[in-house]
Nanobody, 118 residues
Framework: VQLQASGGGLVQAGGSLRLSCAASGGVDSITAAGWYRQAPGKQRELVADITSGGNINYVESVKGRFTASRNHGLNTVYLQMDSLRPDDTAVYYC?????????????WGQGTLVTVSS
């Protein structure tokens, strides 16, 4: 089982990006997931948390600008990022938990760089 993250890049302030994180390799489901980010010199922080109950919680700084979602059929989670700001610049990571071939997994994607220019 592996997670493949994609969608990062360079964007001007006010722009948008959509990150994707696809689970593959016998995956039955993504039960819960999270999007994290780590800016240079800072600790990794949880940006959006998709719970097993389907609730989505956001860190205060991205509320109203970022939208996390999950496609069960594609075993993929997304992070739509709008109204991007320079302080959103970071490496973004996805974490997914679920079942593959009947066994539980808890995996991290490889990280994708988002750079927002002013």
């Amino acid at each position: 089982v592996q997670l493949q993250a994609s969608g990062g890049g360079l964007v001007q302030a006010g722009g948008s990006l959509r990150l994707s994180c696809a689970a593959s390799g016998g995956v039955d489901s993504i039960t819960a997931a999270g999007w994290y980010r780590q800016a240079p010199g800072k600790q990794r922080e949880l940006v959006a948390d998709i719970t097993s109950g389907g609730n989505i919680n956001y860190v205060e700084s991205v509320k109203g600008r970022f939208t996390a979602s999950r496609n069960h059929g594609l075993n993929t989670v997304y992070l739509q990022m709008d109204s991007l700001r320079p302080d959103d610049t970071a490496v973004y990571y996805c974490n997914a938990r679920g079942f593959a071939n009947g066994e539980y997994y808890d995996l991290w994607g490889q990280g994708t760089l988002v750079t927002v220019s002013s």
